[in-house]
């Protein structure tokens, strides 16, 4: 009898100290929650407007941009710019001939982007290219352009050895 006796203080104060302990964890757990409320919930995305870089920065055909994931296509004085992540589950394509080829399920695309072959279900989306401030190029990954939309840029300075009449002169859209 002495000996429970003696227990019960104990005991009594280890479930005080469980309760105190439980009341304290439960009480911060709210303070976390509510302080995190007050947290917008805001999804914070890249911008779909990248700047890429000056036009002296291609040269004629493909430049893979890994960071926004698009080939810039300079051809003359006209730019383009295409998606090259796969509409089957979003690979990185590659070039293959004057097309593109999925390397991780075997999608196949033309030089316009439409799905050739595999089981990519649609085309690889173009984007369109503008000139910005500065002369800095512009694409915009938010937006989908069909192939034949292309940045003309400004003609090139004349040489003394290639200046002929009529010559194209192209203006940014
Ligand atoms: S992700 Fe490109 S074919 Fe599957």
Not at 102 to 124: I, K, V
């Amino acid at each position: 009898m002495s000996e429970a006796g003696g227990q019960g203080p104990d005991r009594r104060g280890l479930l005080k100290g469980f309760a105190i302990g439980g009341a304290a964890v439960g009480v911060a757990v709210h303070a976390i929650a509510w302080m995190r409320s007050l947290v917008p919930n805001v999804l914070r995305e890249p911008p779909t407007r990248r700047r890429i870089g000056e036009p002296g920065r291609f040269p004629q055909g493909h430049t893979y941009l890994a960071d926004e994931k698009i080939f810039v296509i300079r051809e003359e004085e006209s730019v383009r710019a295409l998606s090259a992540i796969c509409t089957h589950l979003g690979c990185t394509v590659g070039t293959q001939g004057e097309g593109y080829h999925c390397p991780c399920h075997g999608s196949t695309f033309a030089a316009d982007g439409e799905a050739t072959g595999g089981p990519a279900p649609r085309a690889l989306p173009w984007h369109p290219v503008e000139v910005g401030g500065g002369g800095s190029l512009i694409v915009d990954l938010g937006v989908e352009v069909g192939p034949e939309v292309a940045l003309v840029l400004e003609a090139r300075a004349p040489k003394a050895d290639d200046r002929k009449p009529g010559g194209a002169q192209g203006e940014p859209k």
